[in-house]
């Protein structure tokens, strides 16, 4: 490239930034010295700092050559960013309307003029000018020093940065190594040096909860963050440069916790989520809920899945000053439940404050639910141990249950399994005891269960669901049907179907409402006398998937 070619290319660069500051008035008087403040109307600091920036290199260029070559202006000449030419001689400001009386600088060479060009070609800031002036501005201690340019270098810490820097500057312009010490950080105010202290807080207020997985938050108080953005704008670099103060605590009380506790940092429902206020000077720590996944078998009927609060106390048990007569008194319809034989083992078991039964689906009260079992997760709040055998729980549950329940397949599950056993679309089979109110042949029988397999049934929303309910017509598959007759009034019936089927309907037809049933088909009324769900199975896959398992 000619020299004419770079002096274009310098101008085209150079009047860009000068049009960008606002021209004129840039070259009006404000060209203090390096970081002086301009008129925040133009908003435009860290161009303008760019441009003393290119000044600042071209001195020290001019400095060189002149060294070299003799040049016969003076150190204080000025650059004038429209033209690159140097005005002189005189004082940086004196620049004004300079442009029209600016000579080149005799000499200026093509490595001076490039030199300009490859420093404008993006922010070039150099780190030692940042530091330098992020030092000016009173006691900054390392580990804000180096957060400043947190994105350079990967494997330091950023007090290693800053003490790098500090190390480097005092090298640089030959003056005396000063560390500052982080209690006198104006930045921080001294919060950079309690990494430790704040790790042991975390473990301690975690107490002997065992956790393997962990994650720390920081509150920064309102004031450290009026000071980091300060020492930003002080240095000349971007309001979100380098990092936050707030992720910088976070790592480093993070790294810390997980060396005294000999766990995992974890961003994705972490067993115990720390949170340290520094203006509160308090650290909490939350410790989240455990799960437990397993399938339960109900062997007796009226045992609703969840606790069945009695509607007309509300749960209280009370009715004005005397007890309910409607639940007598205990506030439950039900004096068991599947919850109330499973979830409180596991509750005692994990050690924690609550517990909550999540199933797949629900069983009718009188039904049974048999074979392989029913999906469910037991979610155990605050648990103090996580880490427990699932092959003893399942006894201790089923030894509680006491055959009214049985529970198997238990495994240690992560949050998302709530979320599978509660949405994963599920089959169900069933196993109905039909009465008739009329003999019914055999063959007409099997010829009816033959003629349900496969269709697609309509059932408006029967009669038995709750009234409050919008009546809507759903359709739901029979993926299997068989019939085994008991006697010529009495049949025992196996239905397979998509979640949501009533089964009482398909057979007794729901006074029209639900198109086919059995009873539609054989012309003869059918009800069901007892119901059982013999398995409960996805749709598309099985509910058990290791993805949602510990260990
Ligand atoms: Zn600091
Ligand atoms: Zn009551």
Redesign the pocket.
């Known amino acids: 490239m000619g020299a004419a070619a770079l002096d274009a290319e310098a101008r085209a660069v150079a009047v860009d930034d000068a049009a960008f500051l606002g021209g004129v008035e840039y070259l009006s008087g404000e060209r203090g010295a390096r970081g002086h403040r301009l008129d925040p109307v133009y908003g435009l600091r860290k161009r303008q700092l760019l441009v003393f920036e290119v000044c600042e290199k071209l001195h020290a260029e001019f400095d060189r050559l002149r060294a070299r070559r003799r040049l016969g202006h003076s150190r204080h000449h000025v650059i004038d960013p429209l033209n690159f030419h140097t005005v002189g001689p005189g004082r940086r400001d004196e620049g004004r309307a300079v442009g029209r009386e600016a000579h080149r600088p005799h000499g200026q060479s093509v490595e001076a003029r490039k030199t300009v060009i490859e420093w404008d070609a993006g922010v070039r800031m150099d780190v030692l000018d940042v530091a330098a002036r992020a030092a000016d501005t009173g006691p900054v201690c390392d580990a804000c020093l180096g957060r400043l340019v947190a994105e350079r270098s990967f494997g330091l810490s950023n007090a290693e940065r800053g003490s790098a820097l500090r190390t480097a500057l005092a090298l640089r312009d030959d003056e005396d190594y000063e560390p500052v010490e982080t209690a006198d950080c104006w930045v921080c105010e001294g919060r950079c040096g309690e990494f430790d202290a704040w790790a042991e807080r975390a473990t301690d207020a975690v107490g002997d909860a065992e956790f393997e997985t962990y994650n720390v938050g920081t509150r920064t108080p309102p004031l450290i963050e009026e000071n980091e953005a300060l020492l930003r704008e002080e240095a000349g670099v971007d309001a979100d440069a380098g990092e936050p103060f707030k992720s910088e605590y976070n790592r480093e009380v993070g790294k810390r916790v997980g060396r005294l506790t000999d766990t995992e940092v974890s961003f994705d429902r972490p067993d115990v989520q720390f949170t340290i206020d520094l203006a509160e000077d308090a650290v909490d720590a939350k410790v989240n809920s455990a799960f437990v996944y397993g399938r339960y078998r109900k062997l007796e009927r009226d045992i609703p899945q969840t606790e069945w609060p009695?509607?007309?106390?509300?749960?209280?048990?009370?009715?004005g000053a005397d007890p309910?007569?409607?639940?007598?008194?205990?506030?439950y319809?039900y004096d068991d439940s599947v919850e109330e034989y499973t979830a409180p083992v596991v509750e005692d078991v994990m050690d924690g404050t609550d517990a909550t039964f999540h199933g797949a689906g629900r069983e009718d009260v009188d039904a049974l639910m048999l074979g392989t079992g029913r999906p469910f997760v037991i979610e155990v709040a605050e648990p103090r141990r996580r880490r427990v055998e699932t092959d003893r729980l399942q006894s201790d549950i089923n030894a509680f249950a006491d055959g009214a329940v049985e529970v198997e397949g238990l495994m240690l599950a992560t949050y998302d399994m709530v979320e599978r056993v509660k949405e994963h679309d599920a089959s169900k089979r069933y196993r109905a005891e039909v009465a008739f109110d009329a003999d019914v042949d055999g063959d007409a029988l099997a010829d009816a269960v033959d003629r349900l397999e496969g269709t697609t049934v309509e059932q408006y929303t029967p009669n038995r669901v709750d009234h409050r309910r919008a009546g809507l017509t759903r359709e739901r598959d029979v993926y299997g049907a068989s019939a085994e007759p008991d006697d010529a009034r009495h049949a025992t019936v196996e239905i397979h179907g998509a979640g949501g089927l009533y089964i009482k309907e398909l057979i007794s037809g729901d006074e029209g409402r639900t198109e086919p049933s059995l009873a539609g088909i054989l012309g003869v009324g059918a009800e069901v006398t007892a119901l059982d769900v013999v398995a409960v199975e996805g749709e598309t896959e099985p509910f058990e998937d290791e993805a949602f398992f510990r260990e």
Not at 310 to 319: A, V
Not at 324 to 331: N, Q
Request: hydrophobic share 5%; with cysteine.
């Open positions: 009695c509607r007309e106390c509300n749960g209280s048990g009370r009715q309910c007569d409607h639940c007598g008194g205990s506030g319809l």
